[in-house]
């Protein structure tokens, strides 16, 4: 049985993804953007000003470096944008509490919020994950745990755009996303 001639292949027009949409963006907008992200608008500056990206990976690897280079000031000013992770529905009373008072100390020892980055940790363990993290934490001297807090609020930061630039939501949808109220 002989066939017949083969169609050529039925080709989908380009469709813009978020990080097209992005690149095109007015500079107001893709400031906003990330300034949403990053929390920081000298860091938010800096990745919007080296646009165009040609995938996401370039402009995660962009905003990645340009972190390393944020003034005292500038991470301050990053830090004071995050909040903690809420506390997973259906945790008692005594979790809040718990996790209030860690993170009251944390706070009352480095002058800025307690950020984790939690990744793939399922809900039900988040909370011990914060717990444990501030606990060890509250015992680095506030230099080190400055670095720390920094390299953690990069991979949020890096996380966030992530999911923003692949169309997966927004800037808030992480699991260390900002409680609502906070």
Known sequence: MTRGPTLPAHRLPHLPTPLDAFNAAPDAEAGALLLHCLHSLRWSRRIADHRPYPDVESLLAAADEAAYDLSPADLSEALAGECLPPVP???????????????????????????????????????????????????????????????????????????????AGNCATSPNAPASGK
């Open 89 to 167: 529905d259906g945790m008692y009373s005594a979790a809040h509490t718990a996790l209030s008072a860690a993170h009251a100390a944390y706070e009352a020892r480095f002058g800025h919020v307690f950020v984790i980055y939690l990744g793939a940790t399922p809900p039900a363990e988040s909370l011990d994950r914060v717990l444990e993290g501030i606990r060890s934490r509250l015992t680095n001297d506030p230099e080190e745990e400055r670095i720390i807090a920094a390299e953690e609020l990069r991979r949020l930061a890096g996380q966030r755009l992530a999911e923003k630039l692949r169309g």
